[in-house]
């Protein structure tokens, strides 16, 4: 069983940066793929990119490419989702996903958090 929590999401004005963190607890993350998802109001929840397990692999959303990066702290048992270059977007829900074999849909995973919020103002 994985627990995960997301913290780190806020209010914040276009074109500002935002670190969402996920921490795991229960298991190691390391050997999980993790995905990062976001859901706006009255929208489907989308991909926003993933990390496979061992880190050496990423795969983001063409609405991340360039702007979302995300990382792995296995000290910390945390996956990091950094944000730059915020637009009103982006804003949604942001959640963060585990699985032994994870992929680009929401329903290729079983663990998950419970979100955290992010706003960008105009």
């Known amino acids: 069983q994985v627990r995960l929590v997301e913290s780190g999401g806020g209010l914040v004005q276009a074109g500002g940066s935002l670190r969402l963190s996920c921490a795991a607890s229960?298991?190691?993350?390391?050997?999980?793929?993790v995905a990062w998802f976001r859901q706006a109001p009255g929208k489907e929840r989308d991909f926003v990119g993933l990390?496979?397990?061992?880190?050496?692999?990423?795969r983001y959303a063409d609405s991340a490419k360039g702007r979302f990066t995300i990382s792995r702290d296995n000290a910390e048992n945390t996956v990091s989702l950094q944000m730059y270059s915020l637009k009103p977007e982006d804003t949604a829900v942001y959640y963060c996903?585990?699985?032994?074999?994870?992929?680009?849909?929401?329903?290729?995973?079983?663990?998950w958090g419970q979100g955290t919020q992010v706003t960008v103002s105009s």
């Open positions: 229960g298991r190691t993350i390391s050997s999980y793929d």
């Open positions: 990390t496979r397990y061992g880190g050496d692999y990423t």
């Open positions: 996903a585990a699985d032994r074999n994870g992929g680009l849909s929401s329903n290729d995973y079983v663990y």
